[in-house]
């Protein structure tokens, strides 16, 4: 689950190992668990003030679900597509 922060702070502009370390050692630091990637450039990573309350189980299974469908529909298209051709 090491790359769902890593990702996240990689496409918010932040240099992904040392943004996710800082945020790992103040969680550490402030027994915090609510620290978290500052994606929406708010001033503060605690998630908690910025409203934010989705679980990283609840992203991963989201990826899942996503993952999953592309994969179908690659199938279906790998289906209709040699009829195309004949």
Avoid at 48 to 55: D, K, L, V, Y
Avoid at 64 to 80: G, H, P, R, S
């Amino acid at each position: 689950m090491e790359e769902i922060p890593l990702t996240l702070a990689e496409n918010s502009g932040y240099n992904p190992i040392e943004y996710v370390a800082s945020i790992r050692k103040q969680q550490i630091d402030e027994q915090n668990a609510y620290l978290g990637v500052d994606a929406m450039f708010r001033g503060t990573p605690n998630m908690m003030e910025q409203g934010i309350f989705e679980s990283v189980a609840s992203k991963r299974n989201q990826l899942e679900l996503a993952t999953q469908v592309v994969k179908m529909i690659l199938k279906i298209d790998d289906v209709i597509a040699p009829k195309e051709y004949e």
